[in-house]
């Protein structure tokens, strides 16, 4: 195994994919640069050169960041209920200020286009489950649905700021629930039905919801899953919950106290919108960390309005006519983008089930059947298509699919080569890369730019990404940590129940005052392009989905066998990632296969699946700082081949014998 961030990739001479100039000339992301020469003094489109044409609207849009936002919202049409003083009152990070004085509400905008008589009765919403028959919501059934599920939560006494959280698979309903939520001015917050009732618990019980929407069960890989003694267990250990709505996913009555979903969305009532201040907040996602409860992130009805509309539109090049799926769970800042759809006039498909059932093609075979423009999912599904010989061009109809997304880790340069050659040639690969801390991307997807292997097209407009060494130096065509200098709309505006605003700041501005230090190793060349080579932190990231280890020790520590344990995650060559856990067992226990098997329930039960190591291996120690902290970070740098004495400095470790473990297992493991 090698270092994931030892050496940068070399720039690949020839594109893997240019755009058809008559489709960069179409794209939104020309039309509104166009629009913005001629209104706002924004560098004009350059057909010959369409990558120094990007280049100069990506610097316009950091160097005069009000002006990039004020044009954008302008050319968006977005609807300020009183307008705003200024686009940016303080730059600051943390601490920006965008669009004081500014009200609006961002399900009005996401419900807009149900105002037009001629695409009422178009599907807003596609519905897919395991059987994969897509069921349509329209336009005016939604915007109906959370007109009475808006007007209900008023009458149980929600009001603007109080939370509203659900335990909800990817279906309808949860869209409609976020949706009837931001209407009345709440704060939606949301746990996929696979979290385990301690995983939900350590979410909900910090925001201390009002509402708690649930399901009974869900389907998963062809079975049914009951979660009935979850949801009773959060219903006793979320003492601030008013009421409880249940959704009878596999059918069954309410239990008692509940009330019925269909009851609550039956009428036929307008939605009523609350205008709330920029600001305000819109959801609350969780990132978890190495220590502690997982980080409440709070996020603006304004901020992701206005983000989410230039990634969906600009970045992504979605609106009417387009049908958007991306494969993702309600447990994952891609469903918050996914619902944005709604805000372009798209079509989006949801999807509740496995990833792969009945067979590893199964997202291939929603996309065929939805007629889906733009398909988003993991690069680890890319990946296992690969291994398990899909073939989506020739089993199935994606002529209507023009661009293929990734997300959640890097695509490896095998993966572009394996959607190139076995989806379609001619197929925009739209590799991206951001996060929950700000639920958008800091880099990725262009429709005018060349697509290269193993990289992503550039960074996103208005996110002034670089990359700095060690020193605070920005670097060109090395490796660096991913910094983005100036404010973006979606940042958090606050964690919750921090006060004095100190875990936030501990986050990300720690390293580095007044930027922000996202956690990644990444390279930005000289072509303006961006390559990922994953975390440089210990922060887990499986799937797409970033775990804290401190869930997985609190869990597994309380076994009697366990004195301490070291969960790590590791990038490997290929795109692979390795995430075993270490044990230090009592003094008697043995580590045989009974025991590793109650680890896993343990794991699978209290936090979910995902939290499943690849591995469990004994070890005769953890080491750790001589303040105590675990070395998750050497040790992961050691499973990638650094040597010992450039992963860390032994006289800052109370036993550095106990390295010399990891340092051998990475020489004798199997890649």
Same mark, same amino acid.
């Given at each position: 195994?090698? =270092?994931?961030?030892?050496?940068?990739?070399?720039?690949?001479?020839?594109?893997?994919?240019?755009?058809?100039?008559?489709?960069?000339?179409?794209?939104?992301?020309?039309?509104?640069?166009?629009?913005?020469?001629?209104?706002?003094?924004? #560098?004009? !489109?350059?057909?010959?050169?369409?990558?120094?044409?990007?280049?100069?609207?990506?610097?316009?849009?950091? %160097?005069?960041?009000?002006?990039?936002?004020?044009?954008?919202?302008?050319?968006?049409?977005?609807?300020?209920?009183?307008?705003?003083?200024?686009?940016?009152?303080?730059?600051?990070?943390?601490?920006?200020?965008?669009?004081?004085?500014?009200?609006?509400?961002?399900?009005?905008?996401?419900?807009?286009? =149900? /105002?037009?008589?001629?695409?009422?009765? /178009?599907?807003?919403?596609?519905?897919?489950?395991?059987?994969?028959?897509?069921?349509?919501?329209?336009?005016?059934?939604?915007?109906? %649905?959370?007109?009475?599920?808006?007007?209900?939560?008023?009458?149980?006494?929600?009001?603007?700021?109080?939370?509203?959280?659900?335990?909800?698979?990817?279906?309808?309903?949860?869209?409609?629930?976020?949706?009837?939520? =931001? =209407?009345?001015?709440?704060?939606?917050? +949301?746990?996929? @039905?696979?979290?385990?009732?301690?995983?939900?618990?350590?979410?909900?019980?910090?925001?201390?919801?009002?509402?708690?929407?649930?399901?009974?069960?869900?389907?998963?890989?062809?079975?049914?899953?009951?979660?009935?003694?979850?949801?009773?267990?959060?219903?006793?250990?979320? @003492?601030?919950?008013?009421?409880?709505?249940?959704?009878?996913?596999?059918?069954?009555?309410?239990?008692?106290?509940?009330?019925?979903?269909?009851?609550?969305?039956? *009428?036929?009532?307008?939605?009523?919108?609350?205008? $709330?201040?920029?600001?305000?907040?819109?959801? $609350?996602?969780?990132?978890?960390?190495?220590?502690?409860? @997982?980080?409440?992130?709070? %996020? +603006? %009805?304004?901020?992701?309005?206005?983000?989410?509309?230039?990634?969906?539109?600009?970045?992504?090049?979605?609106?009417?006519?387009?049908?958007?799926?991306?494969?993702?769970?309600?447990?994952?800042?891609?469903?918050?983008?996914?619902?944005?759809?709604?805000?372009?006039?798209?079509?989006? $498909?949801?999807?509740?089930? +496995?990833?792969?059932?009945?067979?590893?093609?199964?997202?291939?075979?929603?996309?065929?059947?939805?007629?889906?423009?733009?398909?988003?999912?993991?690069?680890?599904?890319?990946?296992?298509?690969?291994?398990?010989?899909?073939?989506?061009?020739?089993?199935?109809?994606?002529?209507?699919?023009?661009? !293929?997304?990734?997300?959640?880790?890097?695509?490896?340069?095998?993966?572009?080569?394996?959607?190139?050659?076995?989806?379609?040639?001619?197929?925009?690969?739209?590799?991206?890369?951001?996060?929950?801390? !700000?639920?958008?991307?800091? *880099?990725?997807?262009?429709?005018?730019?060349?697509?290269?292997?193993?990289?992503?097209?550039?960074?996103?407009?208005?996110?002034?990404?670089?990359?700095?060494?060690?020193?605070?130096?920005?670097?060109?065509?090395?490796?660096?940590?991913?910094?983005?200098?100036?404010?973006?709309?979606?940042?958090?505006?606050?964690?919750?129940?921090?006060?004095?605003?100190?875990?936030?700041?501990?986050?990300?501005?720690?390293?580095?005052?007044?930027?922000?230090?996202?956690?990644?190793?990444?390279?930005?060349?000289?072509?303006?392009?961006?390559?990922?080579?994953?975390?440089?932190?210990?922060?887990?990231?499986?799937?797409?989905?970033?775990?804290?280890?401190?869930?997985?020790?609190?869990?597994? /520590?309380?076994?009697?066998?366990?004195?301490?344990?070291?969960?790590?995650?590791?990038?490997?060559?290929?795109?692979?990632?390795?995430?075993?856990?270490?044990?230090?067992?009592?003094?008697? *226990?043995?580590?045989?296969?009974?025991?590793?098997?109650?680890?896993?329930?343990?794991?699978? /039960?209290?936090?979910?699946?995902?939290?499943?190591?690849?591995?469990?291996?004994?070890?005769?120690?953890? #080491?750790?700082?001589?303040?105590?902290?675990?070395?998750?970070?050497?040790?992961?740098?050691?499973?990638?081949?650094? #040597?010992?004495?450039?992963? !860390?400095?032994?006289?800052?470790?109370?036993?550095?014998?106990?390295?010399?473990?990891?340092?051998?297992? +990475?020489?004798?493991?199997?890649?």
């Amino acid at each position: 195994m090698t =270092a994931a961030h030892s050496t940068p990739q070399p720039p690949a001479p020839e594109a893997l994919w240019r755009p058809d100039p008559d489709r960069a000339a179409a794209a939104r992301i020309t039309r509104f640069q166009t629009w913005a020469a001629e209104h706002h003094g924004a #560098p004009a !489109v350059d057909p010959d050169d369409p990558e120094a044409g990007y280049r100069a609207l990506h610097r316009w849009s950091t %160097q005069e960041l009000d002006t990039f936002w004020a044009a954008f919202a302008e050319w968006c049409e977005i609807r300020f209920s009183t307008p705003y003083d200024t686009v940016l009152a303080d730059a600051a990070m943390p601490g920006a200020r965008w669009f004081p004085g500014a009200t609006l509400n961002y399900a009005e905008h996401a419900l807009r286009t =149900a /105002e037009d008589p001629a695409r009422a009765d /178009e599907p807003a919403l596609l519905h897919v489950d395991e059987r994969h028959e897509p069921t349509p919501v329209t336009w005016a059934e939604l915007r109906r %649905q959370v007109g009475s599920l808006a007007a209900e939560l008023r009458r149980l006494g929600v009001r603007a700021g109080d939370r509203v959280s659900g335990y909800l698979p990817n279906t309808p309903e949860a869209a409609v629930a976020l949706l009837a939520t =931001a =209407a009345v001015g709440g704060v939606w917050t +949301s746990c996929a @039905p696979d979290f385990g009732a301690r995983s939900v618990l350590d979410r909900f019980q910090q925001v201390e919801p009002v509402v708690l929407f649930t399901v009974d069960g869900y389907r998963y890989g062809g079975k049914e899953r009951d979660r009935t003694e979850v949801v009773a267990e959060l219903r006793r250990e979320l @003492p601030t919950v008013r009421a409880v709505v249940h959704v009878p996913l596999l059918g069954t009555p309410a239990p008692e106290g509940a009330y019925e979903w269909a009851e609550l969305t039956s *009428a036929d009532v307008e939605p009523v919108f609350e205008k $709330v201040p920029f600001d305000h907040p819109l959801w $609350v996602l969780y990132s978890s960390g190495t220590t502690g409860l @997982p980080k409440a992130i709070v %996020q +603006s %009805q304004g901020g992701i309005l206005l983000e989410h509309l230039k990634q969906l539109l600009l970045h992504n090049d979605i609106g009417p006519g387009d049908r958007f799926f991306w494969y993702t769970s309600t447990g994952w800042m891609m469903w918050n983008l996914l619902v944005s759809g709604l805000l372009t006039g798209c079509t989006v $498909v949801t999807y509740d089930g +496995s990833p792969g059932h009945p067979d590893t093609a199964a997202q291939w075979r929603v996309a065929e059947r939805t007629g889906t423009t733009v398909f988003g999912t993991s690069a680890a599904y890319v990946m296992a298509c690969r291994k398990a010989e899909v073939h989506p061009a020739r089993d199935f109809d994606l002529s209507r699919v023009r661009c !293929v997304a990734t997300t959640g880790s890097p695509l490896p340069p095998d993966g572009f080569r394996w959607i190139h050659d076995e989806v379609a040639a001619d197929m925009w690969i739209a590799s991206v890369s951001g996060g929950t801390d !700000v639920c958008s991307c800091f *880099a990725g997807a262009a429709p005018t730019l060349p697509v290269y292997t193993g990289e992503l097209q550039a960074p996103s407009l208005a996110v002034d990404l670089q990359a700095w060494d060690p020193a605070g130096k920005p670097v060109t065509d090395e490796v660096g940590e991913l910094i983005v200098t100036r404010p973006m709309p979606s940042m958090p505006v606050r964690f919750w129940n921090d006060p004095d605003g100190t875990r936030y700041r501990e986050s990300y501005f720690e390293m580095f005052p007044g930027v922000w230090r996202h956690g990644d190793w990444i390279t930005l060349t000289s072509r303006n392009t961006v390559v990922i080579h994953g975390r440089s932190d210990s922060t887990l990231n499986r799937q797409g989905v970033r775990m804290g280890s401190a869930d997985i020790y609190e869990v597994v /520590e309380r076994l009697p066998e366990i004195r301490e344990s070291l969960i790590i995650g590791v990038e490997l060559d290929g795109g692979d990632y390795w995430m075993p856990l270490f044990v230090h067992l009592a003094e008697g *226990a043995v580590l045989d296969d009974a025991l590793r098997e109650r680890i896993k329930r343990t794991l699978r /039960e209290s936090l979910s699946p995902r939290h499943v190591p690849d591995e469990i291996i004994e070890i005769p120690g953890v #080491p750790h700082t001589l303040t105590g902290k675990r070395l998750e970070v050497p040790v992961k740098r050691l499973l990638q081949g650094t #040597p010992l004495e450039k992963a !860390v400095n032994p006289g800052s470790v109370d036993n550095a014998d106990l390295l010399r473990f990891y340092e051998g297992l +990475s020489r004798t493991r199997e890649p």
